[in-house]
Protein backbone atom coordinates (compact mmCIF):
# COMPACT_ATOMS: atom_id res chain seq x y z
CA UNK A 1 0.00 0.00 0.00
CA UNK A 2 1.73 3.18 -1.16
CA UNK A 3 2.13 5.74 1.70
CA UNK A 4 -0.93 8.68 1.22
CA UNK A 5 -0.51 12.10 -0.48
CA UNK A 6 -1.54 15.06 -1.53
CA UNK A 7 -3.99 16.24 -4.86
CA UNK A 8 -1.11 17.78 -7.29
CA UNK A 9 -2.51 20.86 -8.39
CA UNK A 10 -0.72 22.30 -11.32
CA UNK A 11 -0.98 25.87 -13.13
CA UNK A 12 1.19 27.68 -15.46
CA UNK A 13 0.79 30.49 -13.00
CA UNK A 14 -1.34 31.86 -10.23
CA UNK A 15 -4.73 31.34 -11.81
CA UNK A 16 -5.10 27.89 -11.17
CA UNK A 17 -5.09 29.57 -7.09
CA UNK A 18 -8.62 30.07 -7.81
CA UNK A 19 -9.71 26.91 -8.72
CA UNK A 20 -7.91 25.42 -5.28
CA UNK A 21 -9.56 27.68 -3.44
CA UNK A 22 -12.80 25.89 -4.67
CA UNK A 23 -11.71 22.40 -4.18
CA UNK A 24 -10.24 23.23 -0.70
CA UNK A 25 -13.92 24.96 0.00
CA UNK A 26 -16.24 21.73 -1.57
CA UNK A 27 -13.11 19.27 -0.28
CA UNK A 28 -11.62 20.79 2.70
CA UNK A 29 -10.52 17.34 4.47
CA UNK A 30 -7.39 16.71 1.71
CA UNK A 31 -3.87 17.40 1.42
CA UNK A 32 -3.08 19.99 -1.65
CA UNK A 33 -0.13 20.55 -3.15
CA UNK A 34 0.22 23.35 -5.91
CA UNK A 35 2.85 23.80 -8.46
CA UNK A 36 3.35 27.59 -10.52
CA UNK A 37 5.25 27.60 -13.44
CA UNK A 38 5.42 31.18 -12.93
CA UNK A 39 9.21 31.21 -14.68
CA UNK A 40 7.66 30.23 -17.91
CA UNK A 41 4.54 31.73 -17.62
CA UNK A 42 2.15 32.38 -19.72
CA UNK A 43 1.42 29.43 -21.51
CA UNK A 44 -1.38 30.80 -23.68
CA UNK A 45 0.73 32.16 -26.72
CA UNK A 46 3.08 29.10 -26.91
CA UNK A 47 2.90 26.36 -29.30
CA UNK A 48 1.20 22.65 -28.49
CA UNK A 49 5.17 21.14 -28.39
CA UNK A 50 6.02 23.92 -25.66
CA UNK A 51 2.82 23.74 -23.24
CA UNK A 52 2.96 19.79 -24.01
CA UNK A 53 7.28 19.41 -22.82
CA UNK A 54 6.63 22.49 -19.99
CA UNK A 55 3.40 20.69 -18.18
CA UNK A 56 5.12 16.99 -18.84
CA UNK A 57 8.03 18.31 -16.73
CA UNK A 58 5.55 19.59 -14.12
CA UNK A 59 3.23 16.49 -14.03
CA UNK A 60 6.79 14.28 -14.06
CA UNK A 61 7.68 16.72 -10.49
CA UNK A 62 4.12 16.21 -8.98
CA UNK A 63 4.19 12.52 -9.37
CA UNK A 64 7.84 12.48 -8.05
CA UNK A 65 6.14 14.34 -4.71
CA UNK A 66 3.81 11.37 -4.91
CA UNK A 67 0.75 12.44 -5.98
CA UNK A 68 -1.06 10.36 -7.07
CA UNK A 69 -4.43 12.43 -8.84
CA UNK A 70 -3.28 15.44 -10.54
CA UNK A 71 -5.07 18.62 -12.02
CA UNK A 72 -4.12 20.08 -14.58
CA UNK A 73 -5.97 23.57 -13.21
CA UNK A 74 -5.03 25.38 -16.52
CA UNK A 75 -7.09 25.55 -19.47
CA UNK A 76 -3.99 26.06 -22.04
CA UNK A 77 -2.55 22.68 -20.88
CA UNK A 78 -5.70 21.19 -20.26
CA UNK A 79 -5.98 22.05 -24.17
CA UNK A 80 -2.37 21.13 -25.56
CA UNK A 81 -1.11 18.53 -22.92
CA UNK A 82 -3.66 16.72 -20.81
CA UNK A 83 -4.66 14.30 -24.31
CA UNK A 84 -0.66 13.42 -24.66
CA UNK A 85 0.04 12.77 -20.86
CA UNK A 86 -3.10 10.47 -20.61
CA UNK A 87 -2.79 8.59 -23.74
CA UNK A 88 1.61 8.71 -23.97
CA UNK A 89 3.06 9.59 -20.80
CA UNK A 90 1.66 8.16 -17.82
CA UNK A 91 1.58 4.26 -18.30
CA UNK A 92 5.30 4.86 -18.35
CA UNK A 93 5.76 7.34 -15.52
CA UNK A 94 3.07 6.06 -12.98
CA UNK A 95 -0.13 3.62 -14.19
CA UNK A 96 -1.83 4.19 -10.78
CA UNK A 97 -1.81 7.67 -11.42
CA UNK A 98 -4.27 9.99 -12.92
CA UNK A 99 -4.14 13.14 -14.38
CA UNK A 100 -7.47 15.40 -14.74
CA UNK A 101 -7.98 18.66 -16.62
CA UNK A 102 -10.31 21.23 -16.36
CA UNK A 103 -12.27 21.44 -19.70
CA UNK A 104 -13.87 17.81 -19.99
CA UNK A 105 -15.75 18.51 -16.52
CA UNK A 106 -16.81 21.73 -17.86
CA UNK A 107 -17.95 20.53 -21.23
CA UNK A 108 -20.03 18.50 -19.44
CA UNK A 109 -22.62 20.40 -17.64
CA UNK A 110 -22.48 23.85 -19.27
CA UNK A 111 -24.92 23.04 -21.46
CA UNK A 112 -27.55 22.79 -19.22
CA UNK A 113 -26.82 26.26 -17.57
CA UNK A 114 -28.28 27.99 -20.76
CA UNK A 115 -31.61 28.43 -21.82
CA UNK A 116 -31.12 29.41 -25.16
CA UNK A 117 -28.55 27.08 -25.89
CA UNK A 118 -26.47 29.58 -27.07
CA UNK A 119 -22.74 29.99 -25.14
CA UNK A 120 -19.99 32.03 -25.06
CA UNK A 121 -16.49 30.87 -24.36
CA UNK A 122 -14.27 33.67 -23.23
CA UNK A 123 -10.26 32.49 -23.01
CA UNK A 124 -6.79 32.71 -24.06
CA UNK A 125 -5.68 33.10 -27.59
CA UNK A 126 -4.27 29.53 -26.81
CA UNK A 127 -7.66 28.11 -25.50
CA UNK A 128 -9.32 29.56 -28.23
CA UNK A 129 -7.08 28.19 -30.93
CA UNK A 130 -7.05 25.16 -29.78
CA UNK A 131 -10.53 24.46 -30.49
CA UNK A 132 -10.80 22.32 -27.31
CA UNK A 133 -14.19 23.33 -26.04
CA UNK A 134 -16.12 23.60 -29.14
CA UNK A 135 -14.85 19.91 -29.64
CA UNK A 136 -15.63 18.66 -25.72
CA UNK A 137 -19.06 20.64 -25.73
CA UNK A 138 -19.96 18.93 -29.18
CA UNK A 139 -19.63 15.67 -27.68
CA UNK A 140 -22.01 16.47 -24.86
CA UNK A 141 -24.40 19.22 -26.37
CA UNK A 142 -24.52 19.06 -29.87
CA UNK A 143 -27.19 21.05 -30.43
CA UNK A 144 -25.23 23.78 -28.14
CA UNK A 145 -23.86 27.06 -30.39
CA UNK A 146 -20.59 27.60 -29.00
CA UNK A 147 -18.89 31.02 -29.59
CA UNK A 148 -15.07 31.91 -28.49
CA UNK A 149 -13.63 34.99 -27.84
CA UNK A 150 -10.01 35.66 -26.99
CA UNK A 151 -9.41 37.93 -24.15
CA UNK A 152 -5.59 38.66 -24.09
CA UNK A 153 -5.27 41.34 -22.24
CA UNK A 154 -7.20 39.94 -19.15
CA UNK A 155 -4.73 37.68 -17.98
CA UNK A 156 -1.45 40.62 -17.55
CA UNK A 157 -4.50 43.13 -15.74
CA UNK A 158 -5.22 40.67 -13.59
CA UNK A 159 -1.42 39.36 -13.05
CA UNK A 160 -0.29 42.80 -12.63
CA UNK A 161 -3.02 43.69 -10.14
CA UNK A 162 -4.87 46.47 -12.18
CA UNK A 163 -7.62 44.22 -12.66
CA UNK A 164 -10.04 46.64 -10.00
CA UNK A 165 -9.06 49.53 -12.38
CA UNK A 166 -10.81 51.92 -14.14
CA UNK A 167 -8.37 51.37 -16.87
CA UNK A 168 -9.60 47.48 -17.02
CA UNK A 169 -13.03 48.83 -17.65
CA UNK A 170 -12.18 49.06 -21.24
CA UNK A 171 -11.02 45.93 -22.04
CA UNK A 172 -13.63 44.03 -20.30
CA UNK A 173 -16.33 46.09 -22.04
CA UNK A 174 -14.48 45.48 -25.13
CA UNK A 175 -14.86 41.94 -25.19
CA UNK A 176 -17.85 41.42 -23.68
CA UNK A 177 -19.71 44.34 -25.44
CA UNK A 178 -18.27 42.20 -28.77
CA UNK A 179 -19.81 39.16 -27.99
CA UNK A 180 -23.33 40.21 -26.97
CA UNK A 181 -23.39 42.64 -30.08
CA UNK A 182 -22.07 39.75 -32.90
CA UNK A 183 -24.08 36.75 -31.07
CA UNK A 184 -27.48 38.17 -29.43
CA UNK A 185 -29.10 34.63 -28.51
CA UNK A 186 -26.09 34.38 -25.87
CA UNK A 187 -26.94 33.95 -22.11
CA UNK A 188 -24.35 32.37 -20.43
CA UNK A 189 -20.75 33.19 -20.50
CA UNK A 190 -17.63 30.80 -19.68
CA UNK A 191 -14.82 32.16 -17.99
CA UNK A 192 -12.42 29.49 -20.02
CA UNK A 193 -9.39 30.83 -18.40
CA UNK A 194 -9.16 30.37 -14.32
CA UNK A 195 -7.15 34.23 -14.22
CA UNK A 196 -10.76 35.49 -15.13
CA UNK A 197 -12.95 34.60 -12.25
CA UNK A 198 -11.38 37.93 -10.62
CA UNK A 199 -13.09 39.97 -13.35
CA UNK A 200 -16.53 38.21 -12.80
CA UNK A 201 -17.54 41.36 -11.35
CA UNK A 202 -17.03 43.91 -14.01
CA UNK A 203 -18.40 41.25 -16.19
CA UNK A 204 -21.70 41.04 -14.37
CA UNK A 205 -22.10 44.78 -14.43
CA UNK A 206 -22.32 44.57 -18.63
CA UNK A 207 -24.64 41.84 -18.43
CA UNK A 208 -27.95 41.92 -19.39
CA UNK A 209 -30.80 40.33 -17.43
CA UNK A 210 -31.11 36.86 -18.32
CA UNK A 211 -27.54 36.42 -19.38
CA UNK A 212 -25.00 34.71 -16.94
CA UNK A 213 -21.66 34.15 -16.07
CA UNK A 214 -19.34 31.11 -14.91
CA UNK A 215 -16.50 30.08 -14.02
CA UNK A 216 -15.14 26.68 -13.73
CA UNK A 217 -13.83 26.67 -10.04
CA UNK A 218 -17.08 25.16 -8.69
CA UNK A 219 -17.85 23.09 -11.86
CA UNK A 220 -14.40 21.40 -11.71
CA UNK A 221 -14.58 21.24 -7.69
CA UNK A 222 -17.98 19.23 -7.96
CA UNK A 223 -16.90 17.12 -10.41
CA UNK A 224 -13.77 16.05 -8.61
CA UNK A 225 -15.86 15.46 -5.50
CA UNK A 226 -18.13 13.02 -7.77
CA UNK A 227 -14.75 11.45 -9.16
CA UNK A 228 -13.43 10.26 -5.90
CA UNK A 229 -16.84 8.64 -5.05
CA UNK A 230 -16.70 7.05 -7.55
CA UNK A 231 -13.06 6.06 -7.70
CA UNK A 232 -12.37 4.71 -4.79
CA UNK A 233 -8.79 3.08 -5.28
CA UNK A 234 -7.27 6.48 -6.23
CA UNK A 235 -8.98 8.14 -2.63
CA UNK A 236 -7.72 5.63 -0.94
CA UNK A 237 -4.23 6.98 -1.61
CA UNK A 238 -4.86 10.37 -0.59
CA UNK A 239 -3.60 12.10 2.65
CA UNK A 240 -6.35 14.34 4.57
CA UNK A 241 -5.08 16.31 7.28
CA UNK A 242 -6.12 19.46 5.63
CA UNK A 243 -2.48 20.78 4.49
CA UNK A 244 -1.94 23.33 1.84
CA UNK A 245 1.52 23.34 -0.15
CA UNK A 246 2.91 26.01 -2.62
CA UNK A 247 6.01 25.61 -5.19
CA UNK A 248 6.81 27.99 -7.61
CA UNK A 249 9.19 28.04 -10.39
CA UNK A 250 10.20 31.72 -9.92
CA UNK A 251 10.94 33.35 -6.48
CA UNK A 252 9.07 32.39 -3.75
CA UNK A 253 8.55 36.01 -2.52
CA UNK A 254 6.96 37.15 -5.72
CA UNK A 255 4.82 34.19 -5.71
CA UNK A 256 3.74 34.88 -2.36
CA UNK A 257 2.85 38.84 -2.76
CA UNK A 258 0.30 37.68 -5.58
CA UNK A 259 -1.03 34.74 -4.96
CA UNK A 260 -3.41 35.85 -2.07
CA UNK A 261 -5.37 37.75 -4.54
CA UNK A 262 -6.38 34.47 -6.57
CA UNK A 263 -6.14 32.57 -3.41
CA UNK A 264 -7.99 34.69 -1.55
CA UNK A 265 -5.75 34.13 1.64
CA UNK A 266 -1.86 34.44 2.50
CA UNK A 267 0.40 31.16 1.24
CA UNK A 268 3.86 30.98 1.93
CA UNK A 269 5.60 29.14 -1.63
CA UNK A 270 8.94 27.37 -1.92
CA UNK A 271 10.88 27.63 -5.22
CA UNK A 272 11.96 24.26 -7.09
CA UNK A 273 13.76 24.28 -10.09
CA UNK A 274 12.69 22.13 -12.78
CA UNK A 275 15.39 22.00 -15.14
Known amino acids: MSTPAPIGVFDSGYGGLTVLRSLVDRLPGYDYLYLGDNARAPYGNRSFDTVYRYTLQCVEWLLGQGCPLIILACNTASAKALRSIQQNDLARLDPKARVLGVIRPTAEVIGQHSQSGAIAVLATNGTVQSGSYLLEIEKFFPQVQVVQEACPMWVPLIENNEHGSPGADYFVRRH ?100
Open 176 to 275: VDKVLQEHPSVDTLLLACTHYPLLRDKIRALLPEGVQVLGQGEIVAESLADYLQRHPEIEARLSKEQARTFFTTDAAADFDNKASIFFGESVSAQHVDLR
